[in-house]
């Protein structure tokens, strides 16, 4: 059977070209970056490029970009950096809506007696600006926003948000990881404090990831060791991992357009048949959202029996986010946005990358409306023409 993979902002297939630049660092070039000989040369040359790489995705200097092991550290570092050093302000500001990143580590800052303000969004899952700005009080030492959100796609306006933080003396992140590579970023022209980013969102492997820290903030690192990372993270560069982190930005760069043309086509043929079944609607502001995602609710079925049909057809699919999938709770996003039960029982993710093809997705649409008709057909509530409540 073939697989249809349309999980990408779950985690995307590893770059051939990305492995393959990766492969001699396991190798032969195992040398120690920090190491003064030779074989401790090649490979602190190979870093260089890596990080000139992925800092011309993202328009920053290259001395701004720390690695670290994944999104869920860059996040992490970024939050626990702010707090650590303005210990007078103990208040972190962020959304509703965050990944479980932001969202767990603030519920343990609060057990902390940090003080945590969630900012709420509206039915489209849009920022309220409004309760965004009421939020900035003397005492917050960090707002964190994401750019795009993983389950939506839905775009917060983090550049305006970054501005207001910066007349506030306010430091300003955003998690960035289903962003990245899929939006031109030019962080130069922005006043965003810090950024995070992860590898496996974007074509590199699991397990690397990055924090931009802009030149001159105040940082304390997370990982207190050596001297890597000009001391913002302890610990040996991983560096196959960067490496290969390298040419995913590289590949990124080229194919941002593409991602905005031939991905948000696909998507938007998707999404358009498939709001012809009945009793489906979109999650999420369809002006501003990514280019490669749709959330979509089949109203009176389980979002659980439609991807366990799909993946028997071949098709990988998710609702919300692959973090929290497993509970029967509606997500946490759809919650906030305020979603009918019945409308967020029965939502689905699906999110395309540039490996997907238009023959995928004739083909996915044809699958479609016969598995949901069958599990409508099955469902007692929809046979009695009474929504599930
Ligand atoms: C995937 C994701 C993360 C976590 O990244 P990991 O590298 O898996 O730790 C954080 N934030 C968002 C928005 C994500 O989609």
């Known amino acids: 059977m073939e697989t249809i993979y349309f999980d990408n902002n779950a985690t995307t297939a590893v770059d051939p070209l990305v492995l393959d630049a990766m492969l001699p660092y396991f190798k032969d070039l195992y040398g120690n970056p920090s190491s003064i000989h030779h074989k401790g040369a090649q490979v602190a040359e190979a870093l260089k490029?890596?990080?000139?790489?992925?800092?011309?995705?993202?328009?920053?200097?290259?001395?701004?970009?720390?690695?670290?092991?994944?999104?869920?550290?860059?996040?992490?570092?970024?939050?626990?950096?702010?707090?650590?050093?303005?210990?007078?302000?103990?208040?972190?500001v962020t959304s509703k809506v965050e990944h479980s990143a932001v969202v767990n580590l603030a519920s343990f800052l609060r057990q902390q007696n940090y003080q945590v303000t969630e900012v709420g969004v509206d039915r489209q899952g849009r920022l309220d600006w409004e309760g965004f700005k009421a939020s900035l009080t003397p005492d917050t030492a960090i707002v964190s926003l994401h750019w795009a959100n993983n389950e939506t796609g839905v775009l917060f306006p983090v550049e305006e948000a970054a501005e207001l933080c910066r007349e506030k003396g306010i430091i300003f992140h955003t998690d960035a990881v289903q962003a990245v590579g899929k939006i031109p970023i030019d962080l130069k022209k922005t006043k965003i404090d810090m950024l995070s980013l992860s590898g496996h969102k974007l074509h590199a492997p699991k397990g690397i990831g990055a924090l931009f820290v802009r030149n001159g903030l105040k940082f304390a690192p997370f990982l207190i060791g050596g001297h890597q990372e000009r001391g913002r993270r302890g610990g040996t560069e991983n560096v196959p991992y960067i490496v290969g982190l390298g040419i995913a930005a590289e590949l990124a760069t080229k194919?941002?357009?593409?991602?905005?043309?031939?991905?948000?086509?696909?998507?938007?043929?998707?999404?358009?048949?498939?709001?012809?079944?009945?009793?489906?609607?979109?999650?999420?502001?369809?002006?501003?959202?990514?280019?490669?995602?749709?959330?979509?609710?089949?109203?009176?079925?389980?979002?659980?029996?439609?991807?366990?049909?799909?993946?028997?057809?071949?098709?990988?699919?998710?609702?919300?986010?692959?973090?929290?999938?497993?509970?029967?709770?509606?997500?946490?996003?759809?919650?906030?946005?305020?979603?009918?039960?019945?409308?967020?029982?029965?939502?689905?993710?699906?999110?395309?990358?540039?490996?997907?093809?238009?023959?995928?997705?004739?083909?996915?649409?044809?699958?479609?409306?016969?598995?949901?008709?069958k599990l409508r057909d099955q469902s007692p509530a929809w046979k009695d023409g009474s929504p599930t409540k």
């Open 49 to 92: 490029k890596a990080r000139n790489s992925l800092a011309s995705l993202l328009g920053c200097d290259p001395g701004e970009i720390v690695y670290t092991s994944c999104g869920t550290e860059s996040d992490n570092t970024a939050i626990w950096s702010a707090l650590f050093t303005q210990p007078e302000k103990r208040r972190l």
């Open 255 to 373: 194919r941002v357009k593409e991602e905005n043309v031939r991905v948000k086509a696909l998507r938007d043929k998707l999404e358009q048949s498939l709001l012809k079944i009945s009793y489906t609607s979109v999650n999420g502001d369809k002006e501003n959202r990514l280019p490669n995602t749709t959330n979509i609710s089949f109203e009176h079925l389980q979002s659980d029996s439609i991807l366990f049909m799909l993946s028997q057809e071949g098709i990988c699919a998710s609702s919300g986010s692959a973090c929290t999938s497993g509970s029967l709770d509606p997500s946490h996003v759809l919650r906030a946005m305020g979603t009918s039960y019945s409308a967020a029982q029965g939502s689905i993710r699906l999110s395309l990358a540039i490996t997907n093809t238009e023959e995928e997705v004739d083909k996915a649409l044809k699958l479609f409306p016969q598995i949901i008709d």
